[in-house]
């Protein structure tokens, strides 16, 4: 017995037993030998300090492959976080493990993105395994995986290789679009995404300012989204020309009608050239906006969207491009059969104030007895309403003639009475000019010192008496340098007309004073 070294020894004479007290160690590899890991870990995280022959790291690594051999893959890639823990090289040795079995889509979830960070070869593998066997998780990686950790054109062009066996998978080919725009290649990513009709194919564009790539892919982007394509086509004319626009939607006339609509609303005069295409595509798609488009605009030619109209036998439209046409009587004669609106033919009539146009609209009318009536309520401002009453036929029942007859008469006194006012305006209007005129002329001039008085013109007694028997000289002309006067001196004796001159002998205004004359 060695007390000082805990050590017992029992002799027999064939055999010399050794026996000593268990420490910790000796627990730890009982728990090991009984297949007990989990007490193991546990005693080995508290005494790890005092234990000489096992440490976490060295079991936790018997523990996964205790774990592997049990296939229980899933609990061995939870504990890979625990056992491994920013160790690089055994992170990298696991994950090869778990590759050798098949089972890397275990693991994924697990491996470290930061801290530490892997070789890029293991999540090129990692991808790759997923790119064969699962589109979604696929997908799932590389959206999560900042493409730093692994070189994406090498998974690009797997990837790529993958597609030409199923062009149809929607899930690789968002992750390829995704994949290009971590390679800044936009314009790739951007045909994708149209491709898939992906909801951020607008942000993408604004982000990456990739206006200059859609100039082949408008129709893509309508059939998209047409509002928020003809939006941002809109707000960005100055990157995608209208010219560019236009041409690319000329085979989609809906798409055409519009982007070329919108523009008309933000400005009349932005795309005038268009308005020629424009008229078809309103009566095609927008007939009830035809109208305000031809009244507004001018430029597009008249005949054209007169065939146009006719063809699809819109009338108000035809009407009014006979009117700017100057065939006014084809325009109402339209108006009375087609439309039989009586009303809107008087507007016609009133609008263009044609004697002849009245004259069509009265003979149109007299085998419609409605259209009299209304006629008769409303012309008498315009034309001579016994006009209309001598050519209506004998025995024609009107409803309403009575109260017709009356207006025809309230609106004849009423015409009247307005002439009158005017005329009485007219005079006082006259009087008043009148006498702000006289009282202009009769207004004096000054003269400065400078200016001397010329007399150019003699004048007889008989031309400058006047009732009151001073004399009245109207002033004629003046004439100084590039002076010219237009106003009026009175009551100068003798004279009808005066002039000024520069630096002529001075005359005093007493040589110029006022007389009378008996």
């Known amino acids: 017995c060695l007390p000082e070294e805990n050590l017992f020894y029992i002799v027999s004479p064939k055999d010399i037993i050794v026996s000593k007290l268990r420490d910790e160690d000796d627990h730890v590899t009982w728990l090991i030998d009984h297949e007990q890991y989990e007490e193991a870990l546990a005693v080995v995280q508290q005494k790890e300090n005092t234990l000489q022959k096992h440490n976490l790291q060295s079991l936790g690594k018997d523990y996964l492959d205790f774990l592997l051999s049990k296939r229980d893959f899933e609990k061995a890639a939870q504990l890979c976080v625990k056992i491994l823990s920013k160790n690089k090289d055994s992170w990298e040795e696991q994950v090869y493990k778990f590759a050798k079995i098949k089972q890397l889509k275990a693991i994924a979830p697990y491996i470290p993105r930061e801290n530490p960070v892997l070789d890029p070869a293991i999540y090129e593998m990692v991808l ?32 790529l290789d993958r597609l030409d066996r199923d062009r149809g998978n929607t899930y690789l080919m968002r992750a390829l679009g995704d994949l290009y725009s971590y390679e800044r290649q936009f314009d790739k990513a951007l045909s994708i995404y149209l491709r898939l009709k992906h909801k951020d194919v607008f942000q993408l564009i604004h982000k990456h300012n990739l206006f ?42 809906e798409y055409l009608f519009t982007y070329l609509d919108r523009i008309f609303q933000k400005d009349p005069h932005m ?10 595509l309103y009566a095609e798609y927008a007939p009830k906006k035809l109208l305000p488009f031809l009244k507004s605009s ?4 008249l005949q054209m969207a ?16 006979l009117g700017r046409m100057g065939n006014v009587k084809q325009a109402l004669k339209l108006i009375t059969e087609k439309l039989q609106d009586v009303n809107r033919a008087i507007e016609f009539c009133k609008d263009h104030n044609e004697p002849e146009l009245w004259e069509d609209l009265i003979q149109s009318s007299l085998d419609k007895p409605f259209f009299i009536k209304v006629l008769l309520h409303n012309i008498g401002t315009h034309v001579d309403p016994i006009i209309l009453i001598d050519k209506i036929q004998e025995g024609m029942e009107i409803e309403g003639l009575r109260d017709s007859l009356v207006k025809i008469l309230q609106d004849y006194h009423l015409q009247i009475s307005l002439r009158e006012g005017c005329k009485k305006i007219l005079v006082v209007d006259s009087f008043n000019l009148l006498d702000r005129l006289i009282k202009t002329q009769r207004k004096g001039i000054a003269v400065s010192s400078k200016y001397n008085l010329v007399v150019y013109q003699e004048v007889s007694d008989s031309q ?22 237009d106003r009026s001196l ?23 004073a006022f007389h009378s004359w008996c």
Request: charged content about 25%; overall charge negative.
């Open 298 to 301: 001018t430029h597009y030619p």
């Open 212 to 253: 200059g790539s859609i100039s082949d892919k408008i129709v893509q982007l309508m059939e998209f989204d047409k509002e928020q394509a003809v939006s941002m086509l809109l707000d960005n004319m100055e990157k995608v020309p209208m010219e560019k626009v236009v041409n690319q939607l000329d085979k989609t006339p």
């Open 128 to 159: 790759l395994e997923f790119l064969l066997s699962d589109a979604e998780r696929f997908l799932q990686l590389v959206r999560d995986w900042p493409s730093h950790l692994y070189k994406v054109q090498t998974v690009i062009n797997a990837l």
């Open 271 to 280: 795309a005038e050239k268009y308005h020629g295409k424009q008229v078809k």
């Open 490 to 512: 009175e009551f100068i004796p003798g004279v009808s007309g005066v002039g000024l001159e520069q630096d002529s002998e001075p005359v005093s205004c007493q040589d110029f």
């Open 464 to 485: 400058i008496h006047t009732s009151n028997g001073n004399l009245f000289v109207p002033w004629r002309s003046a004439t100084h340098s590039d002076e010219f006067w």
């Open 306 to 321: 007169l065939e146009e109209c006719e063809m699809r036998n819109l009338i108000p439209e035809q009407v009014f491009l």
